[in-house]
């Protein structure tokens, strides 16, 4: 590992690609080490927080970039290329029908946040968990890569291959339906 | 600005009044504002609510880039190896290419029935004649038949044949003989 950060740390994940096309490992090492968890956390909020399909789908990811990292355009940015390779790849989990019942471990509501003394606190994280758990795989895209990932619209436009006035349309009528959906706590006290 | 954007950045009361214009379509009061500031901040910290990724995740892929690189060195040895076997078949043909005629003994021409044609020159042979009576007779004598001398070496072969060929050229069925046989 400190053999890996020595060589590559300076080096810009597009630098990172053509080493990697030519075999090298510590570059590979090093943007496993940039991207490995971020993907990983992607894939596991993306595909039902399930840990060994995100963990299939992050190996399969990279070992895609092993296999295509020649074919990377130069000038492009390697981040919103990975994520919509990752995309892609999430689009294909969920028009498989039978994988998406299989996999369905976590039940819609279900929180895994940290305890809280605000009771009412906690039942709008849990709500606020149910609302993401039900979002289609394009809504929930989109609200991962803006409201976690932080990624700004033209980034967005691009990893979802969606113009950008669909991507500002898109989210405001998300934010309204999720308002709709929380309106319920509208007169409770949420805030510590 | 978007509006989320909006949202995230500011309190309710800190909005100005251009700000509250971009809103008022998605939220119509304080109360909506705060449903999605805090939405926006529970989303934010629920992401990091992750588990770490296995540590064989990487292993495996430290073992595809072994495997991928190793059919590159796969790929180069066969084609050595394919380079060095064209290189010594197409030496051997070529050394295999001899002259038209492999004879054995200098000079000698053997005909498909295996006989030698008479003017043919042959190596020198001992002809021993049977004994005969000896109290009446002089005592046996090996005759020997006269014989051309030995033929060219291996090298001035092509020439010798050359020369053969003038002085066979008279007799017509040796010439088509030859010619068979060549």
Not at chain 1, 91 to 104: G, Q
């Amino acid at each position: 590992m400190a053999i890996r950060s020595l060589l590559y740390q300076d080096h810009t994940d597009e630098e990172l690609l053509p080493l990697i096309a030519g075999g090298s490992s510590p570059a590979f090492d090093e943007l496993y080490h940039r991207y490995g968890q971020k993907m990983f956390s992607y894939f596991f909020r993306m595909l039902w927080k399930n840990k060994e399909l995100a963990e299939d789908q992050t190996q399969e990811l990279f070992l895609k970039i092993i296999r295509y990292a020649k074919r990377f355009e130069a000038g492009r940015s390697f981040s919103t290329w990975f994520y919509s390779i990752a995309h892609n790849m999430c689009k294909n989990e969920y028009r498989k029908e039978e994988t998406k019942m299989k996999y369905a471990r976590i039940k819609p509501g279900e929180s895994i946040a940290g305890n809280e003394k605000n009771l009412d606190l906690q039942k709008f994280k849990k709500a606020v968990n149910h609302c993401i758990g039900r979002l289609n795989e394009e809504k929930k895209s989109l609200f991962i890569l803006r409201f976690q990932e932080h990624m700004s619209i033209p980034e967005i436009s691009t990893i979802l291959n969606i113009p950008e006035g669909t991507i500002k349309s898109r989210l405001f009528y998300l934010l309204k339906d999720m308002k709709e959906e929380l309106s319920e706590f509208k007169t409770i006290h949420i805030y510590p | 600005m978007q509006p989320d954007d909006i949202i995230q950045q500011k309190e309710w009361h800190e909005l100005t009044t251009e700000e509250k214009k971009i809103l008022q379509t998605l939220v119509s009061d304080e109360q909506e504002f705060n449903i999605l500031k805090k939405m926006m901040m529970i989303a934010d910290e629920t992401a990091t609510d992750v588990p770490q990724v296995n540590p064989s995740v990487q292993q495996q892929l430290h073992r595809s880039i072994k495997k991928s690189n190793q059919k590159w060195y796969y790929a180069a040895a066969a084609i050595l190896l394919i380079t060095a076997s064209a290189w010594f078949l197409l030496r051997n043909e070529k050394d295999n290419r001899s002259p038209i005629v492999t004879n054995p003994q200098p000079g000698e021409i053997i005909k498909k029935d295996g006989s030698t044609p008479k003017d043919s020159i042959v190596p020198q042979k001992e002809i021993i004649l049977p004994k005969t009576d000896t109290t009446h007779t002089a005592p046996a004598q090996k005759t020997e038949i006269p014989v051309a001398p030995p033929g060219p070496s291996s090298e001035k072969l092509e020439t010798s044949y050359a020369s053969i060929s003038t002085l066979l050229k008279d007799d017509s069925s040796l010439m088509a003989f030859v010619t068979e046989v060549y």
